[in-house]
């Protein structure tokens, strides 16, 4: 883990704390070690940096959409911890990057629904993940944002306060599973299933 990404991760945290009361559950269940997949849903800009800030005793490595890579100064910080993707059609070149990289023992966060959800509501899994999940063996472990599209919904240009709330689940084993198009579909909708059981718990 680099400096810069350490002070990085635990200043967001201190900042979530004071000002959202923010809340990690489960985080025991994230490998300390080895090959990870994390998955969320994705309600808000601010997603990426709560799970930064809820993982930051591992270094996460994210999959951003292409176009931020664009942005001047936003892609230049973007590209410190991530790695481009199309959304839609990811091309072999990126899958095999990711399962190149948990392959290496790095943990990647991925959100399975391709985009943000507008209303909050959880969406399908892109075929994306089901088959990075399969081709690299990796553990996958299910998370669930809360809070995040109140304190910066989509389209908003101002921050509000509000908790924020992170769960994560069980791990999912692909490891020694078949890797054809039903079992990538297949980790997909478990995925999905399990986020939404973490929605029905932290609602509670």
């Known amino acids: 883990m680099t400096l810069a990404y350490r002070f990085t991760t635990t200043l967001f945290f201190i900042l979530f704390k004071i000002f959202f009361r923010f809340k990690i559950d489960g985080i025991e269940k994230v490998p300390p070690k080895g090959g990870v997949i994390v998955v969320s849903n994705h ?39 991530s790695f481009p993707v199309d959304r839609d059609t990811p091309p072999p070149s990126t899958i095999k990057e990711a399962v190149r990289r948990l392959k290496n023992g790095e943990l990647i966060v991925m959100f399975p629904e391709g985009g943000r959800s507008r209303d909050g509501s959880l969406l399908d899994a892109k075929r994306g993940t089901g088959l990075i999940a399969a081709l690299s063996g990796a553990k996958v472990i299910p998370a669930y ?49 399990q986020i939404r059981n973490l929605k029905c718990k932290i609602q509670k």
């Not at 306060?161 to 999912?172: A, D, E, Q, T, V």
């Open 145 to 193: 944002i809360d809070g995040t599209n109140t304190a910066l919904p989509a389209g908003a240009k101002f921050i509000s306060l509000s908790k924020i709330r992170i769960i994560f689940g069980n791990p999912i084993e692909t490891k020694g599973e078949e890797s054809g198009k039903d079992f990538q579909e297949r980790i997909g909708n478990d995925i999905m299933k």
């Open 43 to 81: 309600i808000s800009h601010l997603d990426p940096l709560v799970i930064g800030a809820a993982i930051r005793k591992r270094q996460s490595t994210f999959m951003a959409k292409r176009g931020l890579f664009k942005i001047p100064l936003i892609g230049a910080v973007v590209k410190t911890f």
